[in-house]
């Protein structure tokens, strides 16, 4: 008798149950590998949420768009990578984790402004500071939104639900975020009858101040390439504009204004960046050191710095009248601007590009 093993015939079926695999049995989620020693609740609740071909649909996209186009595309950003997933975020943060800090975040500034508005807080600011708060926070508020509308149509793209999630939950901050600034200026306009909540949007708008910084998100919002709007966001309008206005300005010049609410309400601004900036660094560092297409990567992203550096730094420059303004100057413009400057240089080198010479301090 024939003790040859005869080979088995490759699967044909995608139904569920009908192939086998490493861990299938267990309740341990190990069908894939984890960054760690063992896979954490954020890896058990994203990898592989999101199907994939080249992992476990044997049947190739179900679904597919009228022009031929799958599901999701490799296609949709001119980045490549070797294996899409591999990228972790490094706040591991998922749907409920996410939930669970936006409300904190949300009851912090509730209390932090009811706990000013009932000592009187706000009518003890300076007057001319409360034109600052109308006039240019109110502006600002119109920026953080159109970051946060360009990282959600950026989010549908990405290849992998990791890498999705954390696309979205930045966009989340950034629309909540932009939601506190309205609420914010709201509920001080109780405490000061003469304050016009419509000043920020004309501003915005007409003010030459602000011309550029609409010039700059708008042109992210424009982008085609999803990752590209993730990086200009973060690497580099983030370092570049908004924290320049947020942390060299608003939180550096309140306190001597007689405003100790508003840093608070911007702080949770702050917080947000540092967590989807780390996020950020970790996908373009793997895309910048991938091993098939790190090269061509580095180059795209530096193509990418250049553009949006431009703008960015252009957007800066004007915004040197908003120091002028309060009567009692705690932060010098072009200190800031330094500072900002280095902080996109020292985040593009932690990604492993290089900084254009033109935008150095």
């Avoid at 994939?52 to 999701?72: H, V």
């Avoid at 306190?255 to 947000?272: L, R």
Wanted: charged content about 20%; hydrophobic content about 40%.
């Amino acid at each position: 008798m024939s003790t040859t093993r005869q080979e088995a015939a490759p699967l044909k079926s995608g139904a569920a149950g009908a192939a086998r695999f490493a861990g299938s049995d267990s309740r341990k989620y190990n069908y894939f590998e984890p960054k760690g020693r063992k896979a954490t609740h954020y890896e058990d609740m994203t990898v592989d949420v999101q199907p994939d071909p080249k992992r476990y649909l044997l049947q190739d996209w179900i679904l597919s768009f009228a022009d031929g186009t799958p599901t999701y595309s490799e296609t949709w950003t001119a980045a490549k990578s070797t294996d899409w997933h591999k990228f972790r975020a490094v706040d591991e943060e998922w749907e409920r984790t996410h939930y669970q800090r936006q409300s904190t975040i949300v009851g912090m500034i509730s209390g932090a402004v009811d706990n000013a508005r009932r000592s009187g807080a706000v009518k003890r600011f300076d007057k001319t500071w409360i034109k600052v708060l109308e006039q240019h926070l109110g502006a600002y508020k119109h920026a953080e939104f159109g970051l946060g509308t360009a990282t959600m149509h950026a989010q549908r793209y990405g290849y992998t639900q990791m890498i999705n999630s954390a696309i979205l939950t930045n966009s989340s901050y950034k629309l909540r975020f932009a939601q506190d600034l309205t609420l914010y200026l709201a509920e001080i306009a109780l405490d000061l009858p003469n304050m016009n909540l419509d000043a920020g949007k004309e501003h915005w708008l007409n003010d030459p101040v602000w011309q550029a910084t609409r010039q700059a998100i708008e042109a992210i919002g424009g982008a085609t390439d999803f990752l590209e709007k993730y990086f200009a966001v973060n690497i580099v309008f983030e370092p570049m504009v908004a924290e320049l206005f947020r942390s060299g300005f608003i939180m550096r010049v309140a306190a001597a204004q007689n405003d100790f609410p508003t840093p608070t309400v911007v702080s949770a601004a702050e917080g947000d960046y540092e967590r989807n900036l780390a996020n950020a660094v970790e996908l373009f560092h793997m895309l910048a050191n991938d091993p098939g297409h790190g090269q061509a990567n580095r180059k795209l992203f530096g193509q990418w710095l250049d553009k949006h550096g431009a703008l960015a730094a252009a957007a800066a420059r004007q915004l040197q009248p908003i120091w002028s303004i309060p009567h009692v100057k705690t932060a010098q413009f072009n200190d800031c601007l330094k500072s900002s400057i280095e902080r996109a240089e020292m985040i593009a080198r932690e990604i492993g590009i290089g900084f254009p010479s033109a935008l150095q301090a």
